[in-house]
């Protein structure tokens, strides 16, 4: 009886079909000068002590970006841990509680920084060092606006970036986070032909192993003096099993005349759909389809559709 009980209260925890892992990034450690971007590691401490606490696995950056690369749910215990930019105090500082803990992290760098030896920033015979201990990924060369850049220029920076890394550490990065987690679609479009196994932001969520973009991975900063700013309450957002099947291109003389959706869940009913400069219509979901003679008028040269469910949202963009 109780092992039914067991099965029943496994497949019914949200917990189970709603797992989601967590990301967190960190950048200076011990550092007050820069108190936004800064943890101390006394604070550190209680945070890992917390995790240790509750049940929490800190496992390697890309065990979670494994599971989401095979579709497969990310134990919602799962946690990872990210240091951004390459500031010397986590060599300093933060590097020794990581070992203490023996808990894997990955450090991404923005080349630059410590190929020019500017002295904030680790250098190449400290990053061999650190790699004893986590993994060196890739955050740039010149850490620059992406969405302001010229194509060839971002181009330019990754190269020059990437060459770097394999002639001082010997590794070819399969991880990349986008400087100040900036990004859009033609930012995007030019860092996929890299080939990365994942592209990060650093907007606040979780990861969801079957929904998850590994093109678009969320991490949440983690300042200030409470545990609880781990935010691991937090949910993945994203409305998962949607399909767009019309409109996929820009609608001729701004009119979105029908919208049509493929939801994986059938059980759904109803649903809301958004478009720019016309909010949010209510609308029935047939067996997983919607099918919607919108007729709505666009004004924007860059309009946004989407699709809601209990809160969940799935959007996509359409440029002119
Ligand atoms: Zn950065």
Redesign the pocket.
């Known amino acids: 009886m109780t092992k039914v009980f067991f099965l029943l209260s496994v497949l019914l925890s949200p917990y189970f079909l709603l797992a989601d892992g967590h990301i967190f990034v960190y950048h200076r450690f011990d550092d007050t000068r820069y108190p936004t971007t800064n943890i101390s590691t006394k604070e550190l401490r209680k945070e890992f002590n917390y995790l240790k606490k509750h049940g929490y696995k800190v496992v390697p950056l890309i065990d979670i970006i494994k599971k989401v690369n095979a579709n497969e749910e990310v134990p919602s215990n799962w946690v990872a841990f990210s240091i951004?930019?390459g500031f010397k105090s986590f060599y300093t500082h933060g590097l020794k509680v990581f070992k203490e803990y023996n808990y894997p992290f990955t450090l991404f760098i923005?080349v630059k920084y410590t190929e020019k030896n500017y002295k904030d920033y680790v250098s190449w015979k400290q990053l061999k060092e650190i790699s004893k201990y986590g993994t060196v990924e890739f955050?740039s060369y010149g850490?620059g606006h992406f969405g302001q850049m010229s194509n060839q220029k971002i181009k330019a920076d990754m190269d020059k970036g990437l060459a770097l890394m394999k002639q001082h550490l010997n590794y070819e990065p399969t991880l990349f986070?986008y400087?100040?987690g900036e990004y859009d679609e033609r930012v995007s479009s030019i860092i996929e032909p890299y080939g990365f196994k994942a592209v990060f932001n650093q907007n606040i969520g979780a990861v969801q192993g079957v929904c998850s973009d590994a093109n678009d991975i969320d991490r949440s900063a983690v300042v200030g003096s409470n545990a609880h700013d781990f935010k691991l309450y937090l949910k993945f957002q994203e409305l998962c099993g949607v399909t767009f099947q019309q409109p996929t291109t820009y609608p001729k003389n701004k009119i979105v005349k029908t919208v049509e959706v493929t939801l994986e869940d059938k059980s759904i009913k109803s649903a809301d759909i958004f478009i720019s400069n016309n909010g949010w219509t209510k609308v029935k979901v047939h067996n997983g389809k919607i099918l919607w003679h919108a007729n709505k008028k666009v004004k924007l040269n860059r309009i946004k559709i989407g699709v809601k469910v209990k809160s969940k949202i799935k959007l996509m963009v359409l440029s002119k």
Do not use: E, F, Q, T
Request: aromatic share 12%.
């Open positions: 951004d930019d923005a955050h850490h986070v400087p100040y």
